[in-house]
C-alpha cells in the first residue's frame, strides 16, 4: 500500500469527524441525540478500509472526497434528468427526491391519504422522530453497517411511508435523482416503510444521476411486511455519473408475509448494494432476485443476507451478472438457519458471464445451518458465452454480433420476467435490450 493511500485511510475518519462538527454548527441535523449516538457508533466500527473483510473488493475509501459538502438545496437541473426518467404510469403514487429534497412539484401522494400515511422527517419533531426511530429501527437487534451509522449521523431528511391494513394501493415510485451542480457532495437519505397487516403493494426505488455527477451517496432504506402482507419491492440503479452509491436494505418480515426483492444495476460507477432480509416469524416466504450489468472500470457489489429465525420459512434467491471490458462484479450471499428454524427451505443461485479476459468477478455464495430439519442448497457459476451455442446460432444465418446479444438477453431475461407490473418491465426490457444490443422485436 502507498504512504498516500494509507494517509487517507487513517484521514478519512478525521474528514468526517470535521464535517460532523462543522454540520452541527450550521444546524443541518434533525436530531441531536440521534445523530450523535449513531457518529459514536460509527468510530466503534470504523470507515471501511482495505482490511475491511466485508469490503475487501469494493475499494470505497479510494473514492471518499476529500473535501466532502452537504448540499444545502435541491439543483434545478434535476428536472431536465426527471422528464426523460419518470414512468408514465398516471395511477401511480410518486414521490420526486431531487439531491435528497422532496420536489412536490413533480410529486403525485396528496389523494392517496385514506390508504396510506406519509411524513416527511424534517417536517416533525425531534421527539416524534426518535420515537419513530425507536419503535422501527431501534427495536431490531441486527448488526449495522458502518454506512447505516453514517447515515443516521448526516442524514438531512427522509420519508416515512405507511401502507394500511388490508390496503392494496396503485404501485408506489420512489424517485432518487442527483444533480451534478453540487460537486465533491455527502448525501444521506433514510426512508422508512411500514406494510400493515394484509396490505399489498408494489414499490420501485429509482436511483438516477446526471452524467457529470461525483461525491458520495449514503442511502438506507428500512422496510417492515406485518403478518400477512405481501409486497414487490423494485431497485433500478441507472447511475451515469462518477459518484459513489451505497444503500442499504434492511427488510423484516412477520407471520406469513411475503416479500419479493428485485435489484436491477443498469450502470455505476462504484456501487454497493446491501441487502439483509429477517424472517422473524414462521411461514414467511421471500424472494430475491438480482442482475447487474458491468462495463469499463466499474464496480458493482452486491452483499445479501437471509437470516431464518423461525420454523417453516422459504427462501430463494437468484443472481445473475454480465461483466464486459474491465468491469468488477462481486457477490457475497449469506444464509443463516438458526436454532430454532426447523423446516426451512433455503435456495441460493448466482450465475454470470465474463464477457472479455480483463473482467473479474468474486462471488461467495455460503450457508451457516444450525438446525437439522432443513432442506438448503447454493451455488455460483462463472464463464463466457457458450461456444457452442453461438455456433449453433451462427448456422442458422446469424451475425455474431447478433447471436452474442441473443444469448445474453435470454440469460438476463430470467431475471426480468419475474416483475408482474408492466411499466416497470417495459422501461427495464428498453434499457437492457439497447445495453446488450438486442435488435430483435419482443
Avoid at 403 to 408: G, I, Q, S, V, Y
Amino acid at each position: 500500500m502507498s504512504i498516500a493511500l494509507k494517509d487517507k485511510e487513517l484521514s478519512i475518519n478525521q474528514i468526517l469527524k470535521d464535517l460532523f462538527e462543522r454540520k452541527w454548527k450550521k444546524k443541518n441535523g434533525f436530531s441531536h441525540s440521534i445523530s450523535e449516538k449513531a457518529f459514536k457508533n460509527f468510530f466503534k466500527i470504523g470507515f471501511p478500509d482495505r482490511k475491511s473483510e466485508d469490503y475487501k473488493y469494493f475499494p470505497v475509501h479510494k473514492f471518499f472526497p476529500e473535501s466532502p459538502v452537504i448540499p444545502d438545496g435541491m439543483s434545478r437541473s434535476g428536472s431536465h434528468l426527471l422528464i426523460s426518467s419518470k414512468l408514465s404510469d398516471q395511477q401511480a403514487i410518486q414521490l420526486v427526491f431531487i439531491d435528497g429534497i422532496l420536489s412536490q412539484e413533480h410529486s403525485n401522494y396528496e389523494d392517496r391519504k385514506e390508504d396510506l400515511e406519509i411524513k416527511f422527517l424534517n417536517q416533525i419533531s425531534e421527539r416524534d422522530i426518535e420515537k419513530l426511530l425507536d419503535d422501527h429501527t431501534e427495536s431490531h437487534n441486527v448488526n449495522k453497517d458502518p454506512f447505516i451509522e453514517l447515515n443516521s449521523s448526516f442524514i438531512r431528511d427522509g420519508i416515512y411511508l405507511k401502507i394500511k391494513k388490508k390496503i392494496h394501493p396503485p404501485p408506489i415510485y420512489c424517485y432518487y435523482l442527483t444533480s451534478s451542480e453540487e460537486k465533491k457532495s455527502f448525501r444521506n437519505f433514510r426512508t422508512i416503510m411500514e406494510f400493515q397487516e394484509d396490505s399489498r403493494a408494489t414499490l420501485t426505488e429509482f436511483f438516477f444521476s446526471e452524467d457529470n455527477t461525483d461525491g458520495f451517496e449514503n442511502y438506507f432504506t428500512e422496510i417492515f411486511a406485518e403478518r400477512g402482507a405481501k409486497l414487490d419491492f423494485n431497485r433500478i440503479q441507472h447511475k451515469r455519473g462518477k459518484e459513489v452509491l451505497v444503500n442499504n436494505v434492511n427488510i423484516y418480515q412477520k407471520e406469513s408475509s411475503l416479500v419479493n426483492t428485485f435489484t436491477y444495476t443498469l450502470s455505476a460507477r462504484m456501487l454497493r448494494n446491501n441487502l439483509n432480509i429477517m424472517l422473524e416469524e414462521e411461514n414467511c416466504e421471500s424472494h430475491l432476485y438480482g442482475l447487474y450489468l458491468i462495463n469499463g472500470d466499474n464496480v458493482i457489489d452486491n452483499h445479501t443476507t437471509v437470516d431464518h429465525q423461525k420454523p417453516h420459512c422459504f427462501s430463494n434467491e437468484n443472481y445473475k451478472g454480465i461483466i464486459d471490458e474491465n468491469g468488477k462484479g462481486i457477490f457475497n450471499g449469506k444464509i443463516y438457519v438458526r436454532p430454532d428454524a426447523q423446516k426451512t427451505n433455503a435456495f441460493q443461485s448466482n450465475k454470470n458471464i465474463v464477457l472479455t479476459d480483463t473482467a473479474v468477478i468474486n462471488t461467495k455464495p455460503q450457508l451457516e445451518i444450525w438446525a437439522d430439519d432443513v432442506k438448503c442448497s447454493h451455488g455460483a457459476t462463472t464463464g463466457q458465452i457458450d461456444a457452442e451455442q453461438l455456433f449453433y446460432l451462427r448456422t442458422r444465418g446469424l451475425d455474431e454480433r447478433t447471436a452474442r446479444a441473443l444469448l445474453l438477453h435470454a440469460f438476463a431475461f430470467e431475471i426480468v420476467d419475474k416483475i408482474e407490473l408492466k411499466t416497470v418491465k417495459e422501461y427495464l426490457t428498453k434499457v437492457i435490450n439497447k445495453q446488450l444490443g438486442y435488435q430483435f422485436d419482443n
